[in-house]
């Protein structure tokens, strides 16, 4: 049974650029939420998604933006990247919604590190 | 507005002694407290939740409404503990999920 992968694993954008990062979830999971880990701010929490639908947001800006698709691979985007927006991306999937207090657990992918110079 | 605080950045403990990692938090309503833990190049994983009210690895934590605390403590630190924990809270209804900035445990032998 694949896990969650994401793509790609690592990227080195400008600032000013918009990048595209891609979570795609265990077979059957509905449930995917994003997180961002940096070693000055820890992890924080962006959004979650459940079939298809915005269920949570975090504190980011506007710029951080996400959608799901029916097969329930989630994309999280970022416009007008900033030196601060450095950070490893996680993403998790669950069956079922509520994030990392989802009923049904959750596994996280392996991340994508984002670098903006 | 929900807040999870984490005194310590870096705690040390050596073998066998006790450890306690100390999670304050505010919000106004019922809160449910969870924490976690990031082995060294290991994905996250949920330890404990306040309402399991289970023992994992030997840790445990209580929930203390009226310190607004959430503190996890283990009897006799393994070497095998040291890792990243992290204190989260997340607001009633579903709201979304805030964490602590976390603590480093280092257990020495």
């Known amino acids: 049974k694949a896990g969650v992968t994401q793509t790609p694993r690592y990227l080195i954008k400008t600032r000013g650029q918009q990048v595209t990062l891609s979570c795609s979830p265990i077979s059957g999971h509905r449930s995917v939420s994003w997180y961002q880990q940096t070693p000055g701010q820890g992890l924080q929490f962006l959004f979650e998604y459940f079939s298809e639908t915005q269920r949570n947001k975090g504190n980011f800006p506007g710029r951080f933006s996400g959608r799901q698709f029916s097969n329930s691979r989630s994309e999280m985007n970022v416009s007008t990247l900033e030196l601060g927006d450095s950070a490893l991306y996680l993403c998790?999937?669950?069956?079922?919604?509520?994030?990392?207090?989802?009923?049904?657990?959750?596994?996280f992918g392996s991340g994508t590190r984002l670098t903006v110079v | 507005a929900q807040r999870v605080t984490q005194p310590e950045k870096l705690l040390s403990v050596f073998k066998g002694a006790p450890v306690e990692l100390k999670c304050n938090y505010s919000y106004s309503g019922s809160p449910e407290l969870f924490w976690y833990v990031q082995y060294s190049r290991q994905r996250l994983q949920l330890l404990l939740r306040?309402?399991s009210r289970e023992s994992i690895k030997g840790f445990t934590a209580d929930l203390n409404k009226g310190e607004t605390s959430f503190h996890l403590k283990k009897p006799f630190a393994q070497e095998e503990d040291s890792a990243m924990y992290y204190c989260?809270?997340?607001?009633?209804?579903?709201?979304?999920?805030?964490f602590g900035p976390g603590t480093r445990l280092s257990v020495l032998p």
């Open positions: 306040h309402i």
């Open positions: 989260a809270l997340r607001g009633g209804g579903g709201q979304n999920f805030v």
């Open positions: 998790a999937s669950s069956l079922g919604p509520g994030g990392l207090a989802s009923n049904y657990g959750y596994t």
